[in-house]
């Protein structure tokens, strides 16, 4: 039973006696599986091969893929200089020195950043051959990020047990805060019609029927029992081995729904405390689970 980060990185290399290929690959947030890869142009016919790889081992995610693949052997490519374009930028330059009266300060870096003045002159790769590289090279670095997605995830897994055990504590205190929370209530109603002149007992239909509103407004035990449900559900999730980061989401989310409901019904400074404990343990319990695979 592994809960999965989305967040992880690998790097690995591998050679055949052809060519010599290294991938690196990094992982973050996405509410879907994802992948990006960056191949050298020659290459970019493997990428639905490799994306199709990548995906068997990640299901959510947005994952980054970067493969840099060399001959073995042979030279690297050489950088070209375009003459012909260089000669008719520098003369446009020097037109527009003549029309303006002002001399053009060019350095180095900004006539290499003109387009199609360097070009390298890169060799032609045997698709079939660098495959043969780039694959290993690709497994290996996707099992170092799975590795470190598995260990950010069991501390994740931990870290949010941990929480949501307070917040059964908490709920529990407040289950049994509820009920005196009606009691306060009509002792303060006696007393203010008391302070008021008018004796009434507590047999008194009156105060009964306005006692028995507040009860029925102030009740709670739909919402914690809604909790303790959310609670075990949650519990299961957490120890799924299938990606559950969408379905604990959406459990906060009720959670909090159910929080912010007693909240509104508490009508007592110690309830509404703990419905605050609660809420800040829930939001950093979320803050982990938008983390989850």
């Not at 529990?172 to 209530?185: D, F, K, L, N, S």
């Not at 919402?223 to 980061?245: A, C, I, V």
């Amino acid at each position: 039973m592994k809960i999965y980060s989305m967040t992880g990185f690998g790097r690995a290399e591998f050679a055949t006696d052809d060519y010599h290929a290294k991938v690196e690959m990094q992982s973050v947030n996405r509410k879907n599986g994802e992948v990006v890869i960056q191949l050298p142009k020659a290459l970019v016919e493997l990428e639905a091969g490799l994306r199709k790889l990548v995906l068997q081992s990640v299901q959510r995610g947005r994952v980054q893929v970067s493969v840099i693949v060399t001959p073995v052997g042979v030279k690297p490519a050489e950088t070209l200089v375009d003459e012909v374009r260089l000669k008719s930028f520098l003369a446009a330059v020097q037109k527009i020195e003549e029309l303006t009266g002002k001399p053009q300060k060019l350095d180095l870096a900004e006539i290499i950043r003109v387009g199609g003045i360097l070009s390298l002159d890169e060799q032609v790769m045997d698709v079939k051959a660098s495959h043969k590289a780039i694959e290993p090279a690709l497994i290996n670095a996707l099992a170092q990020m799975v590795e470190m997605r598995a260990k950010e995830g069991e501390h994740m897994q931990q870290d949010i047990a941990s929480r949501i055990e307070l917040l059964e504590l908490e709920v529990t205190a407040i289950e049994a805060r509820a009920p005196g929370v009606v009691a306060q209530y009509r002792e303060a109603l006696l007393r203010r019609l008391k302070d008021s002149g008018l004796a009434l007992d507590l047999d008194d239909e009156r105060v009964l029927k306005e006692v028995g509103v507040f009860a029925e407004r102030c009740d709670i035990s739909e919402e914690t029992t809604r909790l303790r449900s959310h609670f075990l559900k949650f519990d299961e999730y957490l120890n799924s081995n299938e990606p559950t980061g969408r379905s604990l989401d959406f459990l906060c989310q009720e959670m909090n729904r159910e929080f912010n409901t007693i909240g509104s019904k508490a009508n007592d400074a110690i309830l509404a405390q703990h419905v605050v404990n609660c809420k800040t343990e829930l939001e950093k319990a979320r803050e982990q689970v938008q983390n989850i695979e």
